[in-house]
């Protein structure tokens, strides 16, 4: 039970690990996207190319950089997550509406004050769903990284696949799904809270 | 003679009665407007005759037949019907879309062919040019020319109109109004159309009917409606419409409708195709930057000036058209005289130094005829 | 690495043989989930009520990770080509059927109003409208789905199925580099080109009137 749990947290650990760097690096990266406009098709063309590739075929490929372990799992999930949330930034930013940053500017915020207050804040539901894409495919990413000695769940369900076992295949897979489902339903939820209230202003 | 009738018709949407025991005849041939506030059901009504909807109670007969016993498939196949959103599908080319239902009647090629040039034509659009465009590369007053053709195509003997005109701007509205009361008259269909718009109304039909919580207030010719209304409702909603005070109408200033479609001679190609887009209007009164008049410039103009990737930046360095115009301080009559002699689409008034204060059009004439002899409130 | 001409011929039937699984293996299910889930869309669209519960539980099934999914599969199916194709299949149709579902009935309403008002039937409206104007959105449903469908057939060699990914985990567990490249970049190739060439298919496909 202790093992159980202990893989679990960690499947979720080196999941949200991963995310949050690429979620400290993406939004970044796409609000500067807004800035230097010429070069979004570029960086977005980009990710999308490396989203493309075969989950299996990053880790292996980065195992050979990284080595067998949860760093290679984390890099594997870092470049995964860039695209969701750098598009997701992007797009959003430029849909905020052009009568709000007027408004703001009106008011005489700054360029930082506008960023901080008006723009982020109206596209963080869209920023906030590349990030639960992220995070679930996450929980993927880390369950296939068993095979590049990864942590976490996916040993349970490797190693009942190897001997055919049903139970061991669901002490892995029973948590990952419950993990998955979950945040899907919270992050969903925040999402729709935080856009609704913005309908409401 | 009768071309549709209703009798008896309801239509019950959540308990409620939407239309409520219309009994109704349309004349053949002639142009009826349906016209009333908003949610009194005619839509409803209109769509019940192409059997888009089915009466809870109550017939309505095409040519006394009952619909009811028709195929709506079959049925809708004779009817045109323009909405007045268009709806042109934008995956068809403009000759697609006018041969929609010739292709569902299995017309051959050549004569499908033939027929769309000739509706083209009828309109003044040039079928060479025009028939493979899309939909997103014609203003908006041309694409609502293609939903008039397309419910045309099959020379249906009844033509159904839900607003057609109502989002396109008073130039454009203008000329197609002409242009649908033309073609009317020309190809003798029996025309029911749906209007907010009481000038509309008056201009077009031959009877108006106009509508109050899903019955008939009064059906009539647009003479007798404005001359002898039946209830304070009629008279209070040809009132409501905007027809110009009823003391001497004098100046220009006066008729004119403020609202033109302008646009500084130093803006951008780009810039003056969204404003047209944007307004629904195939030509721009170009101004400089006191907004004195420069002259007018049309789709086709700029279209053209776009395509031969000319050094062209600006619209002002097109080829500007002259354009009548007429003093805002002279007699209303002038302005009238100029329109009748001349048949201009518009007149552009300005003052003395030449700066644009508005349009007169037909409509604008029509409305001060109204106010001078029917009276009416003061607005505008 | 200096060897590798040497190693290419060594196992240039193997890697032939893996591609060929993969590429069999992927292209069915695809192929299959278009054909299950395209018709399966298009009637959710005339009953929208159940479509939203139908879809709900499809999106709740494409958050379980593959492996997880092959894993459950395995001891139900057994191990072999077989049990993949099924798993893949499944996954294959939710893009799919979520895009031609949300492609059709997001077509704004006064294009169906003025197709039925036209007197078309049912069936023409669907070939000349909504199929036409939902296009997009389903081929890129089916680009979603032939992408993942090529991540997920490397995962198949879990059970049993080879293909590339057969490659890559007989490298990872010898720790032969150069057996982990010769499945690992032929399979990044693959999606990337698929990706590409579905996208590029669509873009010709689409009529310069809704290129716009
Ligand atoms: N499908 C429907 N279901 C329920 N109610 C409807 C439906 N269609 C129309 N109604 C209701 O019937 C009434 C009449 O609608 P209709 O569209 O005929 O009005 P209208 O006179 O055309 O109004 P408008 O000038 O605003 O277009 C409205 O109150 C409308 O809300
Ligand atoms: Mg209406």
């Known amino acids: 039970m202790d093992e159980l749990i202990s893989k679990t947290l960690s499947h979720l650990f080196i999941s949200l690990g991963g995310v949050s760097i690429s979620a400290v690096v993406g939004i970044t990266l796409g609000v500067l996207l807004t800035r230097i406009s010429f070069l979004s098709a570029f960086v977005i063309g980009f990710s999308e190319i490396l989203q493309t590739v075969p989950s299996l075929a990053m880790l292996a490929i980065l195992m050979m950089f990284f080595g067998l372990g949860n760093p290679t799992a984390m890099m594997a999930i870092f470049l995964y997550s860039l695209l969701p949330v750098v598009r997701n930034t992007y797009t959003a930013m430029r849909g905020v509406d052009s009568s709000l940053l007027e408004a703001g500017k009106g008011m005489g915020m700054s360029r930082w004050q506008l960023l901080f207050l008006v723009e982020i804040p109206n596209a963080f539901p869209v920023i906030l769903s590349g990030i639960r894409v992220s995070l679930i495919t996450a929980y993927g990413i880390v369950t296939i990284a068993v095979l590049v000695g990864g942590g976490g769940l996916g040993g349970y369900i490797y190693r009942g696949t190897q001997t055919v076992n049903i139970g061991m295949i669901l002490k892995g897979a029973i948590p990952i799904c419950l993990m998955a489902v979950g945040t899907d339903f919270l992050l969903n939820k925040v999402e729709k809270k935080t856009s609704i209230e913005k309908r409401g202003k | ?380 | ?212």
């Not at chain 2, 190809?187 to 718009?197: A, K, N, Q, S, Y």
């Not at chain 2, 019955?215 to 409702?233: I, M, N, R, Y």
């Not at chain 2, 053209?304 to 062209?312: H, M």
């Not at chain 3, 009637?43 to 479509?51: D, E």
Request: proline share 5%.
């Open chain 3, 1 to 212: 690495m200096s060897d590798l001409p040497i190693f290419l011929q060594r196992n240039w039937g193997t890697f032939v043989n893996a591609l060929g699984t993969h590429l069999k293996l992927s292209f069915s299910a695809v192929a299959i989930g278009i054909c299950i889930a395209v018709p399966t869309g298009i009637l959710l669209t005339r009953f929208p009520k159940a479509a939203k519960k139908v879809l709900a539980g499809v999106g709740v099934l494409q958050t379980v990770p593959s492996m997880v999914m092959f894993g459950l599969a395995m001891p139900l199916l057994g191990i072999g080509i077989r049990t993949a194709l099924v798993v893949l299949i499944i996954y294959s149709i939710l893009p799919i059927l979520r895009n031609t579902y949300t492609g059709i009935s997001e077509i704004p309403e006064k294009y169906i109003i003025a197709a039925r008002g036209m007197g078309m039937n049912g069936f023409q409206m669907l070939m000349r409208v909504e199929l036409p104007l939902a296009g997009s959105v389903i081929i890129s449903g089916i680009q979603l789905s032939a992408v993942y469908i090529i991540s997920w057939t490397t995962i198949a060699a879990l059970v049993g199925a080879g293909g590339l990914g057969d490659l890559i985990y007989t490298g990872i567990m010898t720790y032969n580099y150069s057996m982990i490249l010769l499945g690992a970049a032929p399979a990044s190739i693959l999606a990337v080109l698929t990706s590409l060439l579905i996208g590029w298919l669509a873009r010709i496909a689409t009529p310069r009137g809704l290129r716009m």
């Open chain 2, 1 to 380: 003679m009768v071309k549709i009738k209703f009798q008896n018709v309801r239509k019950v949407y959540n308990g409620t009665d939407v239309v409520d025991n219309l009994n109704l005849e349309v004349a053949t041939g002639k142009f009826t407007v349906l016209i009333g506030p908003s949610g009194c059901g005619k839509t409803t009504t209109l769509k019940m005759v192409n059997r888009l909807v089915d009466p809870s109670a109550g017939e309505i007969f095409i040519e006394g037949k009952n619909i009811s016993d028709l195929n709506p498939v079959d049925l809708r196949r004779r009817i045109g019907y323009v909405i007045q959103q268009i709806g042109l599908f934008p995956n068809m080319t403009i000759a697609q879309n006018i041969e929609v239902v010739p292709r569902l009647l299995h017309w051959p090629k050549q004569k499908r062919l033939d027929r769309t040039a000739e509706l083209l034509s009828m309109v003044g659009m040039d079928p060479q040019q025009f028939m493979n465009r899309y939909p997103s590369e014609l203003s908006g007053g041309q694409q609502q020319r293609i939903g008039v053709l397309r419910a045309l195509a099959v020379e249906p003997p009844i033509l159904l109109m839900d607003e057609p005109f109502g989002a396109l701007d008073p130039i454009t509205r203008e000329s197609l109004q002409d242009e649908i009361k033309k073609l009317q008259m020309k190809l003798g269909v029996t025309v029911l159309f749906v209007t907010h718009d009481m000038d509309e109304a008056i201009k077009l039909a031959d009877m108006i009917v106009l509508m109050r919580e899903g019955q008939v207030e009064q059906a009539a010719s647009p003479e007798k409606l404005l001359s002898d209304p039946v209830s304070d409702f009629v008279q209070e909603f040809i009132g409501k419409k905007h027809l110009p005070t009823n003391y001497d109408v004098e100046s220009v200033w006066e008729i004119m409708n403020p609202n033109a479609v302008t646009i500084a001679k130093t803006k951008g190609i780009n810039e003056s195709i969204a404003l047209m887009n944007k307004r629904n209007v195939d030509s721009l009164i170009i101004v400089d930057e006191n907004r004195k008049l420069e002259g007018i410039v049309s789709v086709e103009e700029i279209r053209a000036a776009g395509r031969q990737e000319s050094r062209i930046r600006r619209i002002g360095d097109l080829g500007i058209r002259q354009v009548p115009t007429i003093n805002i301080h002279s007699q209303a009559r002038d302005a009238f005289d100029l329109i009748v002699n001349e048949n201009p689409r518009f007149i552009v008034a300005v003052d003395d130094e030449d700066i644009v204060y508005g349009i007169v059009t037909k409509t604008s004439l029509v409305k001060a005829l109204a106010g001078v002899v029917w009276g009416d409130e003061t607005d505008v």
